[in-house]
């Protein structure tokens, strides 16, 4: 479970697609661990919340007691990355009353963007800090950011102005879904990311 520079990457496995997550972590030489208790987090340098139903992963995270956990963990200086679902979990609010983000990322999140399953769409994208080819999205009933806060940088953004990608610090979230096609640049990233205890990527 070891990635570049050491550093160790949990998936959050209460519901969602983390089992592709893992593949693909796997696919660039890092075995990842299933986090489905908070004593889980425990020596990880990075957690993953992976896609799947929000409100789902909110009551389940609520009944494990990770909404306590995870932003101390976060504070002790935890990298964690949200795809689609994840994104909303970890966001400070939704334009939707429910469900309750952790608040962990200075955005403001609009749930279902793009409208209903029969919606999704795969899309290319440039994104910030990765270089060549662009990078190829993934949208399943995907959220777009509303909102952002200060300090929080937008990494991919849709024609519209809307953005897709996010980070601050150690702290990233995608709408899309890296761990649905081959590349594996984004997951290179978010390792990148968790081994650099001082939040900045390698160039």
Same mark, same amino acid.
């Given at each position: 479970m070891v990635a570049t520079g050491g550093s160790r990457i949990?998936?959050?496995?209460?519901?969602?697609?983390?089992?592709?997550?893992?593949?693909?972590? !796997?696919?660039i030489g890092i075995e990842g661990e299933e986090v489905r208790k908070v004593s889980q987090?425990?020596?990880?340098? &990075?957690?993953?919340?992976? &896609?799947?139903?929000?409100?789902?992963?909110? *009551?389940? $995270?609520?009944?494990?007691?990770?909404?306590?956990?995870?932003?101390?963990?976060?504070?002790d200086g935890l990298a964690v990355w949200g795809t689609c679902a994840g994104m909303i979990v970890m966001a400070r609010s939704l334009t939707d009353p429910y469900p309750k983000p952790l608040g962990l990322l200075d955005i403001k999140v609009s749930r279902?963007?793009?409208?209903?399953?029969?919606?999704s769409f795969e899309s290319d994208f440039k994104f910030k800090g990765?270089?060549?080819?662009?990078?190829?999205?993934?949208?399943i009933r995907?959220?777009?950011?509303?909102?952002?806060g200060d300090g929080v940088e937008e990494l991919a953004?849709?024609?519209? &102005?809307?953005?897709?990608?996010v980070r601050s610090g150690r702290? $990233?979230?995608?709408?899309?879904?890296?761990?649905?096609?081959?590349? !594996?640049r984004v997951h290179r990233y978010f390792?990148?990311?968790?081994?650099? *205890?001082d939040g900045k990527t390698r160039d």
């Open positions: 949990g998936v959050l496995a209460l519901q969602g697609d983390f089992a592709e997550h893992l593949a693909a972590l !796997r696919s987090l425990e020596g990880l340098d &990075g957690l993953i919340i992976p &896609g799947g139903e929000s409100t789902a992963i909110t *009551k389940l $995270m609520d009944a494990y007691s990770f909404r306590a956990a995870l932003p101390r963990a976060v504070a279902n963007w793009f409208g209903r399953q029969v919606d990765i270089r060549g080819k662009p990078i190829r999205a993934v949208f995907a959220p777009v950011v509303e909102e952002i953004v849709l024609p519209d &102005g809307h953005a897709v990608a702290l $990233m979230a995608t709408a899309f879904h890296p761990e649905l096609t081959d590349d !594996r390792a990148d990311l968790a081994a650099a *205890k």
